[in-house]
């Protein structure tokens, strides 16, 4: 990038703060802010924001620096694309939303857009030309220049895929064991069930404990006491008590909705965390699907 422009002075300026920016002197091309110590060979995040990291040191009119703004914050979130003409068909299309300005067919002159008008002898006054020349050549190269080109080690890919296997198990467990526990529970005959005895088999090892709680517990239905298997309960601290179960075949099952909602709300998390990256790859594909 150049350093100066034909007056001596800094030909372009630090988004961030506006001060000019510097050669790097080890670092043929690069320039810096002296202020923010920002580089513009630093990698951005890989949407088309990266292109606004520098401006120009001179605009074309007053309305021309607020256009940026509301540019920039419809673009933030465009995933770069791979090449400088597909990057700028994005860039330029965007204009278009933003300002109702077409900078391939309008023409160079200025044209007024009221909602940039923010007080001035140009105010509101967009430059079609300094946009041709100047802007949207600048935002392609800054932020086809920083699109990160790097790919993820392998030792990373495989750690992230164990950690999805991970995370994805713990959300098929929790939530389809809190929705079994959940359907247990509503379907079958409601009764009184009075919790006799729970006893416990299996033992503790490190990888794969094997503990188990089997409980009784006796009912009356259809006026004829029944006894049989009672699950989903607290085990061993409902002997003794009577409890509402739902009664299919000959078991019954506890009606208490602490332990499938605790087995959910653990699981809800973990399901976010996975979904999270999806739903914000599908939003930065959304727009670029919609042209």
């Given at each position: 990038?150049?350093?100066?422009?034909?007056?001596?002075?800094s030909?372009?300026?630090?988004?961030?703060?506006?001060?000019?920016?510097?050669a790097?002197?080890?670092a043929?091309?690069?320039?810096?802010?002296?202020?923010?110590?920002?580089?513009t060979?630093?990698?951005?995040?890989?949407?088309?924001?990266?292109?606004?990291?520098?401006?120009?040191?001179?605009w074309?009119?007053?309305?021309?620096?607020h256009?940026?703004e509301?540019?920039?914050?419809?673009?933030?979130?465009?995933?770069?694309?791979?090449?400088?003409?597909?990057?700028?068909?994005?860039?330029?299309?965007?204009?278009?939303?933003?300002?109702?300005?077409?900078?391939?067919?309008?023409?160079?002159?200025?044209?007024?857009?009221?909602?940039?008008?923010?007080?001035?002898?140009?105010?509101?006054?967009?430059?079609?030309?300094?946009w041709h020349?100047?802007?949207?050549?600048?935002?392609?190269?800054?932020?086809?220049?920083?699109?990160?080109?790097?790919?993820?080690?392998?030792?990373?890919?495989?750690?992230?895929?164990?950690?999805?296997?991970?995370?994805?198990?713990?959300?098929?467990?929790?939530l389809?064991?809190?929705?079994?526990?959940?359907?247990?529970?509503a379907?079958?005959?409601?009764v009184?069930?009075t919790?006799?005895?729970?006893?416990?088999?299996?033992?503790?090892?490190?990888?794969?404990?094997?503990?188990?709680?089997?409980?009784?517990?006796?009912?009356?239905?259809?006026?004829?006491?029944?006894?049989?298997?009672?699950?989903?309960?607290?085990?061993?601290?409902?002997v003794?008590?009577?409890?509402?179960?739902?009664?299919?075949?000959?078991?019954?099952?506890?009606?208490?909705?602490?332990?499938?909602?605790?087995?959910?709300?653990?699981?809800?998390?973990?399901?976010?965390?996975?979904?999270?990256?999806?739903?914000?790859?599908?939003?930065?594909?959304?727009?670029?699907?919609?042209?």
């Open positions: 990038m150049e350093t100066v422009d034909s007056y001596g002075m030909a372009y300026s630090c988004a961030a703060d506006g001060t000019g920016l510097e790097v002197p080890d043929p091309g690069v320039l810096r802010c002296p202020t923010c110590g920002h580089r060979d630093a990698p951005g995040r890989g949407t088309l924001a990266d292109g606004f990291d520098v401006i120009h040191r001179q074309g009119l007053l309305g021309d620096p256009v940026w509301a540019l920039r914050d419809a673009l933030a979130e465009e995933v770069t694309p791979g090449s400088p003409d597909a990057a700028r068909v994005v860039v330029v299309d965007g204009l278009r939303r933003v300002a109702d300005i077409d900078v391939d067919s309008d023409g160079p002159a200025p044209v007024p857009r009221e909602q940039f008008a923010h007080g001035g002898m140009s105010s509101g006054m967009v430059d079609v030309g300094w020349d100047k802007g949207v050549p600048l935002i392609v190269e800054r932020a086809v220049a920083r699109r990160p080109t790097s790919t993820p080690p392998k030792s990373s890919l495989v750690t992230s895929i164990l950690v999805w296997l991970v995370l994805g198990g713990i959300v098929a467990g929790t389809v064991a809190g929705s079994w526990l959940l359907y247990q529970r379907v079958g005959t409601p009184q069930a919790v006799l005895a729970c006893e416990t088999s299996g033992n503790w090892s490190r990888y794969a404990p094997t503990v188990r709680e089997d409980c009784v517990a006796e009912w009356t239905l259809d006026g004829a006491t029944v006894v049989g298997g009672f699950n989903a309960g607290s085990g061993s601290p409902d003794g008590k009577t409890v509402d179960a739902t009664v299919r075949g000959d078991t019954a099952y506890s009606r208490s909705l602490v332990l499938p909602v605790v087995l959910i709300a653990l699981g809800l998390p973990f399901l976010l965390i996975l979904v999270a990256p999806l739903v914000r790859r599908m939003r930065g594909r959304e727009p670029a699907a919609a042209r």
